[in-house]
C-alpha cells in the first residue's frame, strides 16, 4: 500500500505560478510510476502529467506541455508538478496518483490516490 499527501495548492493571479508537491509512503516509492491528474468543476477528471519510478519515462497533456514540469525525488518521497504560466482554465483539484510497474495515462489505472489539493488560478 502506499499513502500519498498532496501540498502546495493555493490562489494564485494568471500567469504566476505553483509547486505541488506529493509525499508517499507505505511502499518503495523508487519503484511506483508517478502521475498528476485534475478534476475542475463540473469536468471529468483529466491527466496532467506522469513520470516512471527511475524519472525516464516523462509524460504530459498537451494543454500543459510546455508550462508543467513534473519531477520526483526518490531520496525524499516526493514527486513534484512545478506549474508555470498559469491560466485560469488550470484551476482544478490536482490529485496525486501511484501506480506500480510502467507509466499511465488513464486514473483507472493507478492503485493510490491522494486527497486532493485546489488550485485556483484568476483572471
Known amino acids: 500500500q502506499a499513502q500519498l499527501v498532496e501540498s502546495g495548492g493555493g490562489l494564485v493571479q494568471a500567469g504566476g505560478s505553483l509547486r505541488l508537491s506529493c509525499a508517499a509512503s507505505?511502499?518503495?516509492?523508487?519503484?511506483?510510476?508517478m502521475g498528476w491528474f485534475r478534476q475542475a468543476p463540473g469536468k471529468e477528471r483529466e491527466f496532467v502529467a506522469v513520470?516512471?519510478?527511475?524519472?525516464?519515462?516523462?509524460a504530459y497533456a498537451d494543454s500543459v506541455k510546455g508550462r508543467f514540469t513534473i519531477s520526483r525525488s526518490n531520496a525524499e518521497n516526493t514527486v513534484y508538478l512545478q506549474m508555470n504560466s498559469l491560466k485560469a482554465e488550470d484551476t482544478a483539484v490536482y490529485y496525486c496518483?501511484?501506480?506500480?510497474?510502467?507509466?499511465?495515462?488513464?486514473?483507472?489505472?493507478?492503485?493510490?490516490w491522494g486527497q486532493g489539493t485546489q488550485v485556483t488560478v484568476s483572471s
Open positions: 496518483s501511484a501506480k506500480g510497474g510502467e507509466p499511465a495515462m488513464t486514473g483507472d489505472r493507478f492503485d493510490y
Open positions: 507505505g511502499r518503495t516509492f523508487s519503484r511506483l510510476a
Open positions: 513520470i516512471s519510478w527511475s524519472g525516464g519515462v516523462i
